[in-house]
């Protein structure tokens, strides 16, 4: 039986800080997170902030609760082998999506930063999907962007989009060095969960792919969860 969230032509990407699991209301509960990233019947999920910072930088989402998660299955990103992801950048994807090459970069700037991208068979064609976390200073985020745009530009083409925290509190300015070669969406304000002031969550196209509809997912448990409420776009190739 074919997965009903696989639908042709119709390809939902979800990106979400979640803050280590730790909610506005100062509990580290994963399963929350878990719920919310099921409730939102993603395909593809990029994370932020999935591993904590010390040691051997353990997932925020132990094997236990992802299993909660079902039909969706861990890139394998891992930082360690007890990591979920890449400087806390991981991803989901739903069970009949192909996965091929992964890619990992070192982001250059005043704090450690990392990217990942991985080449992906959907139904809709084929796609590479990143997760990125840009740094606090602009002036980080700008050489961070240029890396992430050259790097990109060393693969073999393919249609790509990218999500995730950017951390850039203006949307009209900051973003310039990615508006050249991506469309960028801001889907609405994400931050902070309690009260959105700011649509620090972006989603970037490149072209061959269009996004039909997007949005900030506001349902229970979101506001609790994490001090980031998670985006959506749902994508399809042009």
């Known amino acids: 039986m074919t997965d009903p969230h696989l639908r042709p032509g119709r390809l939902r990407l979800v990106s979400y800080n979640i803050r280590k699991a730790l909610g506005t209301d100062r509990r580290r509960n ?7 990233i099921a409730a939102m019947e993603p ?11 010390l040691g ?4 925020a989402l132990p094997l236990t609760e992802l299993a909660h998660l079902e039909g ?7 930082q360690s082998a007890k990591s979920l992801g890449w400087h806390g950048n991981a991803m989901l994807v739903r069970e009949g999506i192909g996965i091929g090459a992964l890619h990992r970069m070192v982001l250059p700037g005043f704090e450690p930063r990392g990217a990942i991208f991985a080449d992906l068979d959907t139904p809709t064609g084929p796609l590479r999907v990143g997760g990125l976390h840009l740094g606090l ?9 240029s890396h992430i745009v050259d790097e990109l530009d060393r693969l073999p083409p393919r249609p790509t989009v990218m999500g995730g925290d950017l951390n850039e509190w203006s949307e009209r300015v900051g973003l310039g060095r990615l508006a050249k070669r991506f469309e960028i ?3 609405g304000r994400s931050y902070h969960a309690r009260r959105p002031v700011a649509a620090l969550d972006r989603i970037a196209t490149g072209p061959g792919l269009v996004i039909e509809e997007s949005g900030v997912w506001h349902a229970q448990p979101a506001p609790a969860a994490s001090d980031h409420l998670p985006i959506w776009a749902d994508l399809h190739h042009d």
Do not use: K, M, W
């Open 30 to 36: 994963p399963g929350r997170i878990c719920n919310v």
């Open 43 to 53: 395909d593809i999920v990029v994370l932020q902030e999935a591993d904590l910072r």
């Open 56 to 59: 051997a930088r353990p997932t």
């Open 72 to 78: 969706l299955q861990v890139v394998d990103f891992g």
């Open 137 to 145: 200073l602009r002036g980080s985020r700008r050489l961070q962007l």
């Open 185 to 187: 969406h801001a889907p």
